[in-house]
């Protein structure tokens, strides 16, 4: 059964990437979900994300109506059932509406609350990450293979990603993000989901983020462990409901790097 969902997870990945293709690179109207409220960064949505996510809630409803579906869009439904998908039409809005390849649509499946399967699309590139059963797979321009993560072991060495500084709100947290950013040999800035799958591919050591919702975490979840890297919050505990997130490597670096932001 766990191959039956992994085929249908892709076959939601390139409905979604079919509808977000249709309005990347053109003119779009942009709503701000954090209008209104003070202090708060700008968070878009389009007509692309509602599109997308409303089609793959059609097609999950109609092939399995039992389970249930979490979506960054619109209201969960079945929220209780023993499988939920767990959907992010377009993650990394800003990049789509920029212009930037810099998204994906993410599709997580959870078992009793526990993320079990993900897969990130990035139609525009014609890539595709997928977590299932202890493995991590790649397709895409490159080729078909299997993902690993990199051993790191010392910070001075790695190269850390974060969506963006000033996403980290809380003062405390910025300090110690700033800390770890400190203590390592380069940052880069913007890649939301596809940070984590570079984590996976080898090409970067760290991921650490704040502020992250279950649609922003369940489907990378899979991937990560999958290739042998390490996920979780920043005091070490599940990441599964999302909140303050670190990725790593390697075990190793993941316990250097939770030194420092815990100290």
Same mark, same amino acid.
């Given at each position: ?134 493995? !991590? +797979? #790649?397709? %895409? ?12 072991? /010392? *910070?001075? &060495? ?28 380069? !940052? +880069? #800035?913007? %890649? ?12 970067? /050591? *760290?991921? &650490? ?32 409901? %999302? ?21």
């Amino acid at each position: 059964m766990g191959e039956d969902y992994c085929a249908f997870a892709e076959e939601l990945a390139a409905a979604a990437g079919r509808v977000a293709l249709e309005y990347f690179r053109r003119p779009l109207k942009v709503d701000d979900k954090a209008a209104g409220v003070p202090g708060k960064e700008f968070d878009p949505v389009t007509e692309a994300d509602r599109a997308a996510e409303r089609l793959m809630r059609e097609m999950i409803a109609a092939r399995y109506p039992d389970h249930g579906i979490a979506g960054e869009e619109f209201a969960d439904t079945n929220a209780g059932a023993e499988l939920v998908w767990v959907l992010d039409p377009i993650d990394g809005t800003k990049s789509f509406l920029s212009g930037f390849p810099l998204w994906g649509t993410l599709i997580g499946l959870m078992e009793r609350g526990r993320p079990v399967l993900g897969l990130m699309s990035q139609p525009f590139t014609g890539e595709i990450f997928v977590g299932w059963g202890g493995k !991590a +797979r #790649y397709r %895409g321009p490159a080729g078909a293979r299997d993902l690993k993560t990199r051993a790191c072991g /010392d *910070l001075a &060495a790695a190269l850390l990603t974060t969506t963006s500084p000033q996403l980290i709100e809380d003062a405390s947290d910025q300090a110690r993000y700033r800390a770890l950013e400190e203590k390592v040999r380069l !940052a +880069r #800035y913007g %890649g939301d989901c596809y940070g984590y799958c570079m984590l996976a591919d080898g090409q970067i /050591d *760290l991921v &650490a983020e704040t502020g992250l919702k279950l649609h922003d975490i369940a489907a990378l979840i899979p991937i990560i462990e999958g290739a042998g890297g390490v996920i979780s919050d920043w005091q070490g505990g599940t990441p599964n409901k %999302g909140g303050r997130i670190l990725a790593s490597g390697c075990p190793s670096l993941h316990e250097a790097a939770l030194e420092i932001l815990n100290s």
